[in-house]
């Protein structure tokens, strides 16, 4: 039997080793530590930004970004229903509500018009919009030319969840550097790992203090234990920080092998009836960093799961798309605007194998199982 082709392996080469064990060897095991520093420093001079804090995992960097921004019991947070629940989660943590919007079909990101109206609805209705949060799904950004003005206009403040699109770009502009604040993830199956980590960015030092002395139980400048607020610990770990240090210094490399699979997809599959998620422009390019590829099985409906069982019968992870949040059980009775698309792309989406260690062959081992599948041999 081969190997099994996982859906986003971590990439882990002698780079990382090195950076690893020279932080061992330099007695910096401590949370914090030099790595920490360069790694905040590394990551917004890649992004674009003025300041970055480091985490223990994105769902943090949310959180604190939520916090500074005024979200608690009371408000409402404004997010896409199309995502993994970890944004969701951030929102309830403050004690804010969250309220769910659906996706635009051709990429599966949020759509603009749809988000800007569910804003008006519920500030018509006398609730007060503490933020709107934004997705870049599966490494690709939103509609920000449609989004940024409509909010600047009605001073809602954004927060960016760029936890998938590390790399990715937006008209020039760098995921991770849009809204006033975004989050990064490093958990083991994103672009770039540090085996569980985040990263809060902002251009607001405000925000970064705040969300910093937060993260480290909100102690105070006092020469004993001080504290004046409930805080968390939410640090990265110095090894974790050196971890991360390796994987950036090859996130190009591996970018590049991504996009570089996503076109063997797309070759591969090209006369079968799948749509790639990200419409005309799905090839891979600078803009889209790649994350994972996503085919869309129309009319799929009935055999999306036989089509993942018989690929794990081979060995090879298919995934469905992220179940949209407001057909969550935990999410059900949240407020949504949704006109179906989102249903639409969970009910026949599949997440391809896309981790830039996976090799040529085992690319052309799932396009032989995909194509099997969908042409009859395998139905
Ligand atoms: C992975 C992910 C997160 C959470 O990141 P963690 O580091 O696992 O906490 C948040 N939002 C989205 C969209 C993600 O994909």
Redesign the pocket.
Known sequence: MTDRIHLSKADITEVEEEYVLRALRSGWVAPLGPDVDAFEAEIAARVGVKHALALS??????HLALIHLGARSGTVVVLPTM??A??AN?VVYTGAEPVFVDSRPDDGNVDPNLFIDAVDQLQHEGRRVAAVMT???FGRACDYDAIEPALAERGIPLIE?A??ALGATYQGRAAGSFGQAA?L???G??IMTTS???MLLSDDQALIAHARKLSTQAREPFPWYEHTTVGYNYRLSNILAALGRGQLSRLDEMIGRRQAIRNRYVDGLADLPVRFLGGESVRGQSQDNCWLTTVLVEEAEDNLTQIMRAAAKDGIELRHL?KPMHLQPVFGSARSFIKGTAEHLFANGLTLPSGAGLLDEEIDRVIKHVRQSLTGAGR
């Open positions: 995992s994105g769902t943090a960097a949310l995502t993994f970890a944004t951030a997705v870049d799904l969840d936890a998938e989050a993830s490093f958990n199956n994103k569980g980590g985040g992220w």
